[in-house]
T-cell receptor, first 110, second 112 residues
């Protein structure tokens, strides 16, 4: 799997948008970008994934640069419940497994 | 609720013992994955099954084994337990390739 680089931690104000960057400069053409989060020892929760187009769902938006070497996860209106470790993962097709890195610890403050 | 059920939630046992962790995937999901998360190692992929067959293997110790049954539930067997095996063990399932994985809430294993 292509390696990803994320900031170790970041803070965000409640109600504001949280923009989480991820660098994946060695990504290949058939590799998808996945985002998961883990809230305090619960099971990781799927957020969103994409290949090259921007994606949006009820939880977040995923912006992938045109060269696909980086992406940004956007939580539009962060709440205290969004405090978690966020993992950016590049997943090879047809390799099925997800390889988790250290992720970004996001703290949403009131 | 992800729809993936793991039992038991907590397990405390002694070194040298053997335990079995159980996972019921989401309805319709054919793939099951096992991950280990210890304090100093992060989430480590152990093994994956697809429709009863082993599909991929990660950093799984020889003392550990897994299987997926015809009803698609899976079991992870850990034997000759050591203190270092204390960790959260997560199961995940997915429908098919490229599909997102959905994780259960894990089994917390404590080896004393």
């Amino acid at each position: 799997d292509a390696k990803t680089t994320q900031p170790t931690s970041m803070d965000c104000a409640e109600g504001r948008a949280a923009n989480l960057p991820c660098n994946h400069s060695t990504i290949s053409g058939n590799e998808y970008v996945y985002w998961y989060r883990q809230i305090h020892s619960q099971g990781p929760q799927y957020i969103i994934h994409g290949l090259k187009n921007n994606e949006t769902n009820e939880m977040a938006s995923l912006i992938i640069t045109e060269d696909r070497k980086s992406s940004t996860l956007i939580l539009p209106h962060a709440t205290l419940r969004d405090t978690a470790v966020y993992y950016c993962i590049v997943r090879v097709d047809p390799d099925y497994k997800l390889s988790f890195g250290a992720g970004t610890t996001v703290t949403v403050r009131a | 609720d992800s729809g993936v059920t793991q039992t038991p939630k907590h397990l405390i046992t002694a070194t040298g013992q053997r335990v079995t962790l159980r996972c019921s995937p989401r309805s319709g999901d054919l793939s099951v994955y096992w991950y280990q998360q210890s304090l100093d190692q992060g989430l480590q992929f152990l093994i994956q099954y697809y429709n009863g067959e082993e599909r991929a293997k990660g950093n799984i110790l020889e003392r550990f084994s897994a299987q997926q049954f015809p009803d698609l539930h899976s079991e992870l067997n850990l034997s000759s337990l050591e203190l270092g095996d204390s960790a959260l063990y997560f199961c995940a399932s997915s429908v098919e390739r490229r599909s997102p994985l959905h994780f259960g809430n894990g089994t917390r294993l404590t080896v004393t």
